[in-house]
């Protein structure tokens, strides 16, 4: 098993392919595009986002990682960060389906703009 198949842990997860409809993969380039233009506004702050795939009805599959893993603001980041600027960007993208360890908390700073990065 490859790196990007192991999730937390060493514990296997999908490849970036592995189950995605023609639409989905057509469509994962312009996404990883996207995440791609977010991430240093997320490494600034020690944080990052890896891109696992989209899901049959277009939901990108993320995993946060490094700081942003279990930070209380990672909800507010993902909601009003990077699935806005991933929606728009890619309007076809419905949302986000986050995979891994996730904040326990609901609510932030109020996000980023990454046109600032």
Known sequence: MDENTKGPNDTPTRGPDEGMTPEAMALLPKV?????????????????????GLTPDLRARVRLVGACQ??????????FGVENY?????????????EGPQSPFGFSHGG???EEY
């Open 86 to 98: 991933l929606r728009e960007r890619v309007p076809e993208v419905k949302g986000l389906k986050v």
């Open 32 to 52: 990883q595009q996207a995440i791609d233009e977010v991430r240093p506004a997320l490494q600034a702050d020690g944080g990052d986002i890896e891109l696992l």
């Open 70 to 79: 279990g930070c209380p603001s990672a909800s507010i980041t993902l909601s």
């Open 112 to 114: 980023f703009n990454p």
